[in-house]
């Protein structure tokens, strides 16, 4: 199976480049040089560029599209990334006749959604509520699937993607940790899975402590092993953890909104006809 990866030399994108090619021949696409350590093809462009997006389609089978400016930015270059980058590819797959996209999506994606009380797990089909413009950008990005599932037959997963380290580092990662290993799983599994339309599933590892639900992946054959309670006992407690913890989003949902989506000097003065 041939595989095109879009931010191949991100941090999820280069641990997968290196961990997949041996069962799918990759395909790397960047709009960064690839890392030192990449093999086999690549090409440098952004994907949200019809023609970049076109021809890095071709002759692939799947996509896996991880680009995209992974925190919160400036609305302009959430919708540039995570809404035209996923929609340059898709009208390439609908081009070339390629079936199917693993997404990144996020958990930010509903990230404003309180933390389950009831230790009932928040389940995919919880309705959007977006911490940021980077979420936004994440809901947006899985409507797209949608769209594109009904209206062309392109099945997609979108791994609403909790936080993947090589370790947990804070008292949040016992619940939202997702491993190397499990990601690899999990993007393996969303390749090779039967299935059509598009299946939300929550990218997080098998940890005790989980606020997502992680049926909807083992519908797809996502059974991961690891478990954040492994380093339970080198996680540091810190004042911010209780506020972090309230909703899922964690430290993108507390505090105070930074950003609007126009500064008003972008904004013109002029008045109506
Ligand atoms: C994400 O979606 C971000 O890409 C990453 O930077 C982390 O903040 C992660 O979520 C998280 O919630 O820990």
Redesign the pocket.
Known sequence: MRVLITGASGHIGSVLADRLDEQFEIRGLDVRAAPASYRGEFVVGDCADPVVATEAVRDMDAVVHLAGI??EADLLLVLHGHVLGTAALLDAMVRHGVRRMVLAS???AVGMTPRPASGEPIQTGTPPRPDTFYGVGKVAAEALLSLYADRHGISSVAMR???FLERPTSRRNLA?WLSYDDCVAMVEAGLVADFEGVVPIYGISANRDAWWDLDAGRSIGYHPRDDAAAYEHELPHAPEDEAEAQWV??P?ATGAPTRTAFELDDVSEGGGT
């Open positions: 992974a925190t996020s958990n930010h993607i909790g936080s939202t989003g964690g993108f």
